[in-house]
């Protein structure tokens, strides 16, 4: 996350500009989401409390700066990408109020922690339906190695922009920051692959971007 105290006008203005932009699309896709399907209000609530949870055990690096879980491609899979985002901002405010972070960096931290991993998570499923039909390519390669890619380019990302926005020195950030994505992304892997695994055998149906005609009727 973005620490307190940044003061860069420029920097914040464009972080919230995005955001602002992201959630208005975001509620035009809940538009169109629940045309045609009701919202799972058990399981986003029990989504939801989960990623209060891992986003709250944060391991700490650089002073002001942690890392920590993010459960963006199991939320993306699950509930679909407009609806994805409704936990991970949950989750993001629940972190900023709880360390008593400046809100005027919750837009930039929004875009690079919400609504990047969204995005990021959407484009693989695209690629992975594009794949042969198996199940098990959707679970290892959708579940297990995006989630893995998606923590290490929202992570790879972060560091960029924190470089970018000066705040920290190039050499110390490779050392102490983005090298420790790699744990944490193996971490996000192995759980995410496990759930998906189970969601995915028992109940298929509340995986939304899971089709189940084609991975297991034509199996």
Do not use: K
């Not at 169109?32 to 919202?39: E, G």
């Not at 993010?70 to 991970?88: E, H, K, N, R």
């Not at 972190?95 to 005027?104: C, E, H, N, R």
């Not at 190695?145 to 705040?167: D, P, R």
């Amino acid at each position: 996350m973005i620490p307190s105290g940044y003061g860069d006008l420029s920097w914040i203005l464009l972080g919230w500009l995005l955001a602002l932009l992201g959630y208005a699309v975001t509620l035009w896709g809940l538009r169109r989401q629940f045309r045609t399907m009701p919202l799972p209000w058990g399981a986003l609530l029990i989504a939801t409390g989960a990623l209060l949870v891992l986003w709250q055990i944060r391991a700490g690096t650089l002073p002001g700066l942690s890392l920590h879980l993010m459960g963006a491609m199991l939320s993306t899979l699950v509930f679909g990408p407009a609806l994805a985002v409704l936990p991970l901002s949950v989750a993001l405010a629940s972190v900023t109020l709880a360390t008593g972070m400046d809100w005027s960096t919750f837009g930039l931290n929004a875009c690079l922690l919400v609504f990047w991993p969204v995005l990021v998570s959407r484009g693989l499923a695209r690629l992975v339906s594009y794949l042969p039909s198996n199940i098990f390519v959707f679970i290892f390669l959708g579940g297990f190695f995006s989630s893995a890619a998606v923590v290490l380019l929202t992570g790879w990302l972060l560091t960029g922009v924190l470089w970018l926005m000066q705040l920290y020195p190039w050499g110390g950030m490779l050392e102490d920051f983005a090298s420790y994505w790699l744990l944490v992304a193996f971490s996000e892997a192995w759980l995410s692959g496990m759930l998906l695994t189970v969601l995915v055998v028992y109940s298929p149906e509340r995986v939304a971007l899971f089709d189940a005609v084609r991975y297991i009727d034509r199996a």
